[in-house]
Structure formats: C-alpha cells, structure tokens
C-alpha cells in the first residue's frame, strides 16, 4: 500500500518554479501530543544517490535545508489539509531528479535519514537550460 503520494513535477526552464505537494495515509503532521517526528523531501539524479534536501519538524515546524536548495527551495505543512509542500525557485538544471517524500514518526533530528519510510513512488522533475 503506497502511503504517500508526490505530484507537482514537470519539465521547465531554468530560473523558473514549481510547487510538489506530497499527501496520503503516511503523513504525520497535526498529531495531537506528538513530541517528535519528521517530513523530508528527498531526491535522486540518475546515477547518483538519494539525498535529502528539505525537512520539517512537525513538532514545531523546525526545517533543514541542504546547502543546495537554501534559499531557493521552503518546505511547509498544511495539517488541516494533510499536505506537504516543496515550493521550488529559481530551478536550476542540477535540480534534476526524482523527487520522493517520506515520513519519520519519530523523527527528532529531521536530517537523519535512517528513520524515514512510508516513500512515495515519486515525482519528476526536469529542469532544461
């Protein structure tokens, strides 16, 4: 059972943007009395590893960003929604890649990669010069 769900790819130009949303049975955010967890948004280039570029504490919203997207690239959370958010400026071609979200219930250092799970299949993201 896939428990999130990306969308909000595309191919685009370079110093455009795009917004990925990421929703489904997996997402945590806007649990009553949780004292840990996290969301991350993660992506891999062909032949290259996945990596994690942005992450929010749902506790309270604390985010990290990968020195390759800050300042271009903010995380957020709609809970009344269920939503998580990648919005993406200024896109470069290096931003090329399968963008993936996942969730850490217990999550309490959003960078660590070791606890996510609950993936999703992903979401494309071409970005042309």
């Known amino acids: 059972q896939v428990q999130l769900a990306e969308s909000g790819g595309g191919s685009v130009q370079a110093g455009e943007s795009l917004t990925l949303s990421c929703e489904g049975p997996?997402?945590?955010?806007?649990?009553?009395?949780?004292?840990?967890?996290?969301m991350g948004w993660f992506r891999q280039a062909p032949g290259k590893e996945r990596e994690i570029i942005a992450a929010?504490?749902?506790?309270?919203?604390?985010?990290f960003y990968a020195d390759s997207v800050k300042g271009r690239f903010t995380v957020s959370q709609d809970n009344a929604k269920k939503i998580l958010s990648l919005q993406m400026n200024s896109l470069k071609p290096e931003d090329t890649a399968m963008y993936y979200c996942?969730?850490?219930?217990?999550?309490?250092?959003?960078?660590?990669?070791?606890?996510?799970?609950?993936w999703g299949q992903g979401t494309q993201v071409t970005v042309s010069a």
């Open positions: 996942a969730a850490d219930p217990a999550g309490l250092f959003c960078y660590d990669v070791d606890g996510y799970n609950s």
């Open positions: 929010i504490y749902i506790v309270n919203g604390d985010t």
């Open positions: 997996g997402y945590i955010g806007g649990r009553t009395r949780t004292q840990a967890g996290c």
